[in-house]
């Protein structure tokens, strides 16, 4: 397993962007796709971007669409998410997840998380 640390979080203003990092520790990180979920108060987690491990598949929520970017850089063994245009409504804890095999979406698919990072979007 690899162990994961994000970074980036923080408080914008509605309309504003954000690029959030997750780094992996351990070997293969390019064995591994990469996800982006998200926890807000008083909902489920949710599933917000995926990555497949060489970088070409992609996939996101309906939510974040046209708004978010999933990118990696396996030589720095990183994962990104920039998020534009941010709305109130993506204010959450950010967690940044791995798997080993094939892109996916639902988090029990997910073997390693990192510990989250918040991000809050202000009106």
């Known amino acids: 397993q690899v162990q994961l640390v994000e970074s980036g979080g923080g408080l914008v203003q509605a309309g504003g962007s954000l690029r959030l990092s997750c780094t992996a520790s351990?070997?293969?990180?390019?064995?591994?796709?990469m996800g982006w979920f998200r926890h807000a108060p008083g909902k489920e987690r949710e599933f917000v971007a995926a990555?497949?491990?060489?970088?070409?598949?992609?996939a996101y929520a309906d939510s974040v669409k046209g708004r978010f970017t999933i990118s990696r850089d396996n030589a720095k063994n990183t994962v990104y998410l920039q998020m534009n245009s941010l709305k109130p409504e993506d204010t959450a804890v950010y967690y940044c997840?791995?798997?080993?095999?094939?892109?996916?979406?639902?988090?029990?698919?997910?073997?390693?998380w990192g510990q989250g990072t918040q991000v809050t979007v202000s009106s």
């Open positions: 351990g070997r293969y990180f390019s064995s591994y796709a």
């Open positions: 997840a791995a798997r080993q095999g094939w892109i996916a979406t639902t988090p029990g698919d997910f073997g390693s």
């Open positions: 990555i497949g491990w060489g970088g070409g598949n992609t």
